[in-house]
């Protein structure tokens, strides 16, 4: 069985080293220690844990209801329009997603670079990579 850092286990969850060690602490999540003394948290508790962090994370007051589950908050870095398309870049923590549009769903939506943004991502197709 795999076991995870606390800052493994953080970024997974996409939370800071600080906030895992918060949970942990506050025995949100079952650590043990190796025998160099750090943290462990096993790879099924961690999971089972993720699918809890993610159900609590359905709807935050102020966004707006949606049925699309991934859902990617971040700064748009980067808009180019052509005469009919457009390309939008956000920067979601350390996620960089890139957006095909109309430019004027772009002009409606009032896009520029430094703005907050959410892409939510919708996919019949997902591929999962082992790291």
């Known amino acids: 069985m795999q076991s995870y850092t606390i800052g493994q286990a953080a970024r997974l969850l996409g939370v800071s080293p600080d906030t895992a060690r918060r949970w942990a602490d506050a ?19 961690l999971a089972a844990f993720s699918v809890e962090v993610g159900q609590g994370a359905h709807h935050h007051d102020g966004e707006p209801y949606t049925s ?25 923590g350390p996620h960089r997603l ?11 939506l009032g896009l520029e670079v430094g703005m907050q943004a959410t892409a939510r991502v919708k996919s019949t197709s997902v591929h999962i990579d082992r790291t």
């Open 27 to 45: 025995g949100r999540v079952v650590t043990h220690r190796d025998e160099g003394g750090r943290r462990l948290i096993d790879g099924r508790d």
């Open 98 to 108: 890139v957006s095909l549009l109309t430019r004027e769903a772009v002009e409606e």
């Open 68 to 92: 699309a589950r991934n859902a990617f908050p971040g700064i748009v870095t980067a808009v180019k329009l052509g005469d009919v398309a457009a390309q939008v870049e956000i920067q979601a």
